[in-house]
């Protein structure tokens, strides 16, 4: 009876074990994001650090493919995507994911996060207006 406990006990140990490492490695990188009038601040966190030589950032909007549109350091945590106010739509989503690259062929990927940006009230209608002001 009593080795029948040391194996019970085994394998929960083991179960615990496995799980912990299986929900650390399917979200290595965990992304948040900042909405400003002008930018968006895309920062993350990195649970464990196997060799990370740099970040990549992504962006992706509506039915498209996601895009390349930065990089950032091993010790930076943070980027701020400044071509968010340069679109058509006065509304738009978006949809961030960051990799961590570790060699050519190897990367941790974030979850996916959204954004909501709204340039109505933005900088970019007000010094429009105000150009267009200056020539009247």
Same mark, same amino acid.
């Given at each position: 009876?009593?080795?029948?406990?040391?194996?019970?006990?085994?394998?929960?140990?083991? *179960?615990?074990?496995?799980?912990?490492? #299986?929900? !650390?490695?399917?979200?290595?990188?965990?992304?948040?994001? /900042?909405? %400003?009038?002008?930018?968006?601040?895309?920062?993350?966190?990195?649970?464990?650090?196997?060799?990370?030589?740099?970040?990549? *950032?992504?962006?992706?909007?509506?039915? #498209?493919? !996601?895009?390349?549109?930065?990089?950032?350091?091993?010790? /930076?945590? %943070?980027?701020?995507?400044?071509?968010?106010?340069?679109?058509?739509?006065?509304?738009?989503?978006?949809?961030?994911?960051?990799?961590?690259?570790?060699?050519?062929?190897?990367?941790?990927?974030?979850?996916?996060?959204?954004?909501?940006?709204?340039?109505?009230?933005?900088?970019?209608?007000?010094?429009?207006?105000?150009?267009?002001?200056?020539?009247?």
């Amino acid at each position: 009876m009593k080795q029948l406990y040391k194996y019970l006990f085994a394998a929960v140990i083991f *179960v615990f074990v496995f799980s912990s490492l #299986s929900s !650390a490695q399917s979200n290595p990188v965990t992304i948040s994001i /900042e909405v %400003y009038s002008s930018f968006i601040r895309i920062g993350w966190q990195v649970n464990s650090d196997p060799g990370i030589k740099y970040f990549e *950032v992504w962006r992706k909007t509506g039915n #498209s493919d !996601a895009v390349y549109i930065g990089r950032a350091e091993q010790n /930076e945590r %943070y980027y701020d995507d400044k071509n968010v106010g340069f679109h058509k739509k006065e509304d738009q989503i978006f949809y961030y994911t960051v990799k961590a690259v570790i060699s050519p062929n190897l990367s941790l990927e974030s979850n996916t996060i959204v954004a909501h940006y709204s340039n109505t009230s933005g900088s970019y209608k007000n010094t429009w207006g105000s150009i267009k002001a200056m020539f009247r």
